[in-house]
């Protein structure tokens, strides 16, 4: 593999980790919104924001921390066949996989990027009592699909040099 392939895979896995480790904190930041709001319900003060916080973090964890998923290998994946096949074999389909994985994630950039883009120009709400902005969550989501497609590329450099047995490390 030429010298700036192991660098782009170095850089995005190690951007990927560092963007995922951060990431998997968001969960108790969720749990910490969705305590205050069974608190403030008891006390018949219920905070119209939390649901929404909640499901913009919820967006976030698992938005950014996608591409780390997929880093580690801790993503969903159907193992009938997988595990009994040889390491060039695996590597084979996983090339096919992730060239479906890009076109996919190329589609869904194009989409977050005119998305976001609309939420901005037009300074768009949700359509809730509390109304926040959607760009901010638009922007996060778009980031986390340009960093899934980033790590996706990642893995078809890495699934190529194992094919040819000259693996990345």
């Known amino acids: 593999m030429p010298e700036f392939i192991k ?7 190690t951007f990927n980790r560092r963007v995922g480790l951060i990431a998997m904190y968001l969960i ?20 119209n924001w939390t649901l929404e916080s909640a499901q913009f973090t919820m967006a976030a964890y698992y938005m950014l921390g996608g591409a780390f998923a997929m ?10 066949f997988y595990g009994e096949w040889s390491h060039r074999r695996r590597a084979a389909f996983d090339i096919v996989t992730a060239i479906a994985l ?3 994630l190329g589609f869904m950039l194009y989409g ?3 998305s976001t883009t609309y939420a901005i120009q037009f300074k ?4 809730t009592a509390w ?5 901010p969550i638009k922007i996060i ?11 996706s590329f990642s893995a078809l450099f890495k699934d190529f040099a194992a094919l040819t047995g000259r693996p990345i490390e």
């Open 28 to 47: 108790f930041a969720m749990f910490g919104i969705l305590f205050y709001s069974s608190i403030s319900k008891a006390f018949h003060l219920p905070a």
């Open 141 to 151: 989501m778009t980031f986390g699909v340009l960093m899934m497609l980033a790590q």
């Open 124 to 127: 768009e709400k949700s359509f």
């Open 112 to 114: 977050g990027i005119s």
């Open 71 to 80: 880093q580690t290998g801790d993503h969903v994946r159907m193992d009938l």
């Open 7 to 13: 660098c782009y895979v170095r850089w995005v896995d």
């Open 131 to 135: 109304a926040p902005y959607m760009a």
């Open 102 to 104: 890009i076109v996919f």
